[in-house]
């Protein structure tokens, strides 16, 4: 008899100045805990089911937020009219992986459309879900995983779409493969009821997407991209199809682009 995979729900935990760590509220900008700046630079560890970030010495990664962020923006009213149930949420976890082939080239996968939170949106895989979403079959010795950064995540994503309901911090990770990108292709087998396309990017793409300049409410400048990418669209039976789209909807996510160049800062 199959038994029921027991969840255990990680939250995020903040200290400063070596005090005991405490949990985040869903209101408050985590980012901001750390420094008036977009972006600090915090230790990190996980520890009885809690994700802690810190401040001080040792190794420390990025942590940054958009700037637009909901909770730097947020007034007390604001904060105040979020129901109870959604801010005794906390802060979760996500971690998300940048699956770098042997060629160079890593896998951004779009969230399918009948999903709750960011649908349509192209992101790195989520790393739980990086074999039940692709069907990528990873050895364990074929990888070497690195925290790259993290990214504070809120939905929606702006004041101006709605109070917020969702707020993470995503950890991105990197993961090496020995396979070309090509060569992983062969194995995708994504999940439809979760992903509805996948593209692999070369620096050069992920230069462009970088680069590109986000408007006020989401529109995108273009700036020395290429016109059209090549991607592998997901129909709702898990078919697969060659397409091709303006790059310009690879440029739409701004943990997305902050994910690519901590990726390309590694090359």
């Known amino acids: 008899m199959e038994t029921a995979r027991q969840v255990h729900k990680v939250l995020v935990h903040l200290s400063r100045d070596n005090a005991a760590p405490q949990c985040a509220r869903f209101v408050q900008s985590v980012t901001g805990h750390f420094s008036s700046q977009a972006e600090a630079r915090v230790g990190c560890y996980l520890d009885n089911n809690r994700f802690v970030l810190c401040g001080g010495a040792g190794k420390l990664v990025p942590l940054k ?13 604001q904060a105040a009219a979020i129901p109870l149930e959604v801010q005794n949420r906390g802060v ?4 998300a992986v940048l699956l770098q082939s042997a060629n160079q080239r890593v896998l ?16 790195p895989p989520g790393c739980r879900e990086l074999n039940e979403e692709t069907g990528l079959k990873l050895e364990l010795d074929d990888i070497c995983p690195q925290i790259l950064g993290l990214w504070e995540s809120v939905y929606p ?16 990770m990197l993961l090496h493969s020995p396979h070309t990108h090509t060569q992983l292709q062969v194995g995708l087998r994504p999940d439809p009821a979760e992903v509805s396309g996948c593209v692999w990017v070369d620096r050069d793409l992920a230069r462009a997407i970088v680069s590109s300049v986000e408007g006020e409410e ?13 991607v592998t669209e997901v129909s ?27 990726w390309l800062n590694t090359l």
């Open 65 to 77: 937020r958009p700037a637009f962020c909901p909770f730097k923006h947020l007034s007390v009213t």
């Open 236 to 262: 709702t039976d898990g078919g697969l199809r060659d397409s091709v789209l303006p790059v310009s909807v690879l440029c739409n996510s701004t943990g997305t682009k902050f994910a690519l160049e901590l």
């Open 108 to 123: 951004l996968t779009r969230r399918a459309a009948g999903l709750r939170i960011f649908p349509g949106v192209w992101v």
């Open 157 to 172: 994503p702006r004041l101006s779409r709605g109070s917020p309901v969702r707020h993470h911090i995503v950890t991105y």
């Open 92 to 95: 979760d976890v996500g971690v």
């Open 218 to 230: 989401g529109e995108v400048c273009l700036q020395q991209l290429p016109p059209t990418v090549s």
